[in-house]
C-alpha cells in the first residue's frame, strides 16, 4: 500500500529543478511516483509504508549546489 505526501519545496526556479527533484527522489528505495511543480513549490510523493517523510527531506537537502527549503505539508 502507498501513502501520498506533500513537500512544499522553496527555491525551485524552472523545470530543472523540478526535474531534478522528481529523479532523486524516484531513485529512493520505497517511492513509487514523485511529481515537482516549481510554480506551486511542491512535491506530490507516492511512497511505501515504511518510508520515513523525513528520510525524503533529507535527501533534498543533500543535493549538491542547491538550497531547497522542503516541509512536509501531509
Do not use: T, W
Amino acid at each position: 500500500m502507498y501513502n501520498k505526501i506533500i513537500l512544499s519545496i522553496k527555491g525551485m526556479h524552472c523545470g530543472s529543478c523540478a526535474y531534478l527533484i522528481e529523479d532523486i527522489l524516484k531513485e529512493q528505495s520505497g517511492v513509487k511516483e514523485a511529481k515537482a511543480d516549481f510554480v506551486k513549490q511542491i512535491c506530490e510523493v507516492e511512497i511505501d509504508e515504511e518510508v520515513k517523510a523525513d528520510d525524503l527531506v533529507r535527501v533534498i537537502h543533500d543535493i549538491p549546489h542547491e538550497e531547497f527549503r522542503v516541509e512536509i505539508q501531509s
